[in-house]
């Protein structure tokens, strides 16, 4: 038994489709940098832990945030669908 309004079915079928949402190459460069970060960061801690490497991993994030916002600005934030 459907208990949807039509007023709910309108909503829904006004909103623009997240099909490719972080879908670019900005976006999975982004990703793959921060992971690494986070990655070396676990063996930081583990190892100690061990500030410097620490560090290091804080600034690896950072710039993976900082290369995925370049990259959307140099045109590659459009998703691969779309191009």
Not at 27 to 45: D, E, S, Y
Not at 46 to 71: E, H, T
Request: a negative charge.
């Amino acid at each position: 038994m459907d208990n949807t309004t039509a007023d709910q079915a309108t909503r829904v079928s006004n909103e623009a489709p997240h099909d490719s949402h972080g879908n670019s190459t900005a976006a999975w460069t982004a990703v793959a940098i921060i992971l690494v970060g986070f990655t070396v960061g676990a063996i930081a801690m583990v190892l100690g832990p061990n500030w410097l490497l620490f560090w290091i991993s804080v600034g690896i994030v950072v710039l993976g945030a900082l290369a995925g916002k370049v990259l959307q600005l140099l045109g590659f934030g459009v998703p691969a669908d779309d191009h």
